[in-house]
């Protein structure tokens, strides 16, 4: 029996719809302690994470060294060593190389997407907004997960903005933390059609 590993999209958003502020700030996300080491237990076990060459760039500007401060939390200094380590594949029109074992693909290629869902290991963890609506078109996605922050930005940069057909999903999880962000989990539901 053959198994692939899944697509999960795994994004911050706000009540209102929105992944980023008009010029993509995520200063409005609010992650303690507690939401902190539930990403990092999540996705301490995936198999690469897939980002756009924007994510890339801000996660390589801070995490790569985040764990050498003395002073920061435990999380933070463990979400490091996850950031460092993990394979990722940077989709990029304009990127050569990216650093930190990065793979750049210049374009979203439908095979290669699932030939890497085809190898074996964890689950490939999307976290770039506008790099899913490629894979979403091609119904390549099969979880969402997506974690509401108690915040209403008013305007910004919508997290389903393109229209790709319908997809029928089934909530398989829902968790509330302390600090008010509320995880809705859904799968793929492609018997539904």
């Known amino acids: 029996m053959t198994t692939t590993r899944k697509i999960i999209h795994s994004v911050s958003v706000s009540l209102d719809g929105f992944f980023a502020g008009p010029e993509g700030q995520i200063d409005w996300h609010l992650v303690d302690d507690e939401l902190h080491r539930h990403f990092n237990e999540q996705l301490a076990t995936m198999g690469a994470f897939l980002e756009g ?6 996660m390589a500007e801070y995490w790569p060294t985040a764990d050498a401060d003395p002073a920061a939390p ?6 490091a060593h996850i950031w460092r380590e993990m394979p990722k594949v940077v989709f990029s ?20 997407i699932e030939a890497l869902k085809a190898q074996r290991g964890g689950d490939l963890v ?3 907004a506008d790099l899913a609506a490629t894979p979403r078109r091609h119904d390549l996605i099969d979880e969402y997960r997506l ?11 919508r997290l389903f903005a393109v229209a790709t ?16 962000v509320v995880l809705l989990r859904y799968a793929r539901d492609r018997t539904a059609e």
């Open 93 to 112: 029109r304009t990127l050569e190389k990216a650093e930190w074992n990065a793979t750049v693909r210049h374009e979203v290629d439908v095979a290669e």
């Open 74 to 79: 435990a999380a933070v200094a463990e979400f």
């Open 126 to 128: 999307l976290g770039s």
């Open 147 to 157: 974690y509401v922050h108690p915040v209403l930005l008013g305007r910004g940069r």
């Open 53 to 58: 060459r924007v994510t890339h760039e801000l």
């Open 165 to 180: 057909g319908t997809h029928t999903v089934r909530l398989v999880e829902t968790r509330t933390f302390g600090n008010g």
